[in-house]
């Protein structure tokens, strides 16, 4: 193997803060799904059609724990390493942390299934302090419900998404590990965000969307991600200055590199959302395919066919 190409590979970097945070998510999380499997016994009642998935179904498990590994690479793989060297290669990292880790984490609905994963001693203060706050009389609850109203998520999904992308910003972030690190926990915070209103996962503080509504919700990140991929990809000039002096390999120069970048941003960054779209479009069809048939006494006399501003 080429020595670049190894040295790539092998050039993971282990930080210990983000493995503790990781691994203890997954021991809570792994933990409470099991107590509740035992408790539950899904496997004697089959579920039927319209109702929800329990919370210790396999997959949730399978989503939340790829969702933590999907956030290791992003951050400690050679991913992280590269991305200071190649524009593309950091793209492909942020869209790890804003369109996949998010949705694979809140689709597990991990909120009650990691209080249960808790040492009961944990478990009952943390649970008690939860209610005080999310308690329908609670002020902090309006304070919360105000302050993550979709809205206003939406607009704060927007500026920050496209304020890192500021020239000025992207290169302090590329200079400055603090800075590198904050545009990291930005991204993946207000995409948590985004992404609960999505899936409906707990805590429930807002009206939950009907369906159209999450799928309109959803296709409304695509505007503002494809533009500013498009603008990147098309720019006829180097955007970001920090890679011109960043050293160059795979024989990418800066230009190709920027180009390539904003292509993954527009094209598979907002094919994130519209596969999203389209699952929760499936899920809609779904319902309506189990709605019951009207029996043709509802609907097959000439009253019931003719609207009644139309009756003479």
């Given at each position: 193997?080429?020595?670049?190409?190894?040295a790539?590979l092998?050039?993971?970097?282990?930080?210990?803060?983000?493995?503790?945070?990781?691994?203890?998510?997954?021991?809570l999380y792994?933990?409470?799904?099991?107590?509740?499997?035992?408790?539950?016994?899904?496997h004697?009642?089959k579920?039927?059609?319209?109702?929800?998935?329990?919370?210790?179904?396999?997959?949730?498990?399978?989503?939340?724990?790829a969702?933590?590994?999907?956030?290791?690479?992003?951050?400690?793989s050679?991913?992280?390493?590269?991305?200071?060297q190649?524009?593309?290669?950091?793209?492909?990292?942020?869209?790890?942390?804003?369109?996949?880790?998010?949705?694979?984490?809140?689709?597990?609905?991990?909120?009650?299934?990691?209080?249960?994963?808790?040492?009961?001693?944990v478990?009952k203060?943390?649970?008690?302090?939860?209610?005080?706050?999310?308690n329908?009389?609670?002020?902090?609850?309006?304070?919360?419900?105000?302050?993550?109203?979709?809205?206003?998520?939406?607009?704060?999904?927007?500026?920050?998404?496209?304020?890192?992308?500021d020239?000025d910003?992207?290169?302090?972030?590329?200079?400055?590990?603090?800075?590198?690190?904050?545009?990291?926990?930005?991204?993946?915070a207000?995409?948590?965000l985004?992404?609960?209103?999505?899936?409906g996962?707990g805590?429930?503080?807002?009206?939950?969307?009907?369906?159209?509504?999450?799928i309109?919700?959803?296709?409304l990140?695509?505007p503002?991600?494809?533009?500013?991929?498009?603008?990147?990809?098309?720019?006829?000039?180097v955007?970001?200055?920090?890679?011109?002096?960043?050293?160059?390999?795979?024989?990418?120069d800066?230009?190709?590199?920027?180009?390539?970048?904003?292509?993954?941003m527009?094209?598979?960054?907002?094919?994130?959302?519209?596969?999203a779209a389209?699952v929760?479009?499936?899920?809609?069809?779904?319902?309506?395919?189990?709605?019951p048939?009207?029996?043709?006494?509802?609907?097959?006399?000439?009253?019931?066919?003719?609207?009644?501003?139309?009756?003479?």
């Open positions: 193997m080429d020595p670049v190409n190894k790539i092998l050039s993971w970097s282990w930080r210990a803060e983000i493995i503790i945070v990781l691994v203890l998510a997954g021991a792994t933990r409470g799904w099991v107590l509740l499997r035992r408790r539950t016994k899904p004697k009642h579920r039927r059609g319209g109702q929800p998935y329990p919370l210790t179904a396999v997959w949730r498990l399978i989503f939340y724990v969702g933590l590994v999907v956030i290791g690479i992003a951050l400690m050679p991913i992280d390493v590269l991305g200071g190649l524009f593309f290669m950091h793209m492909i990292q942020h869209l790890l942390l804003i369109m996949i880790a998010p949705a694979l984490l809140l689709s597990a609905n991990p909120m009650a299934v990691t209080l249960w994963g808790m040492p009961h001693k478990r203060p943390v649970g008690k302090g939860l209610s005080f706050v999310l329908s009389d609670s002020k902090y609850r309006g304070w919360i419900r105000t302050a993550t109203a979709p809205g206003l998520v939406w607009l704060a999904w927007v500026i920050i998404i496209i304020g890192w992308h020239p910003m992207y290169n302090w972030a590329l200079t400055n590990e603090a800075a590198h690190d904050l545009e990291h926990i930005t991204f993946f207000v995409s948590m985004y992404w609960w209103h999505v899936t996962a805590p429930r503080i807002h009206k939950q969307f009907n369906l159209i509504g999450r309109a919700f959803v296709i990140a695509i503002p991600n494809m533009l500013t991929g498009i603008i990147i990809a098309f720019s006829p000039t955007i970001y200055t920090y890679y011109l002096t960043a050293p160059r390999i795979w024989n990418v800066v230009l190709t590199d920027q180009i390539w970048s904003g292509v993954i527009w094209v598979p960054g907002s094919m994130m959302f519209i596969i389209l929760l479009i499936a899920q809609l069809l779904s319902e309506e395919e189990r709605k048939i009207l029996p043709e006494k509802e609907w097959g006399s000439d009253e019931k066919v003719i609207a009644p501003g139309m009756k003479k």
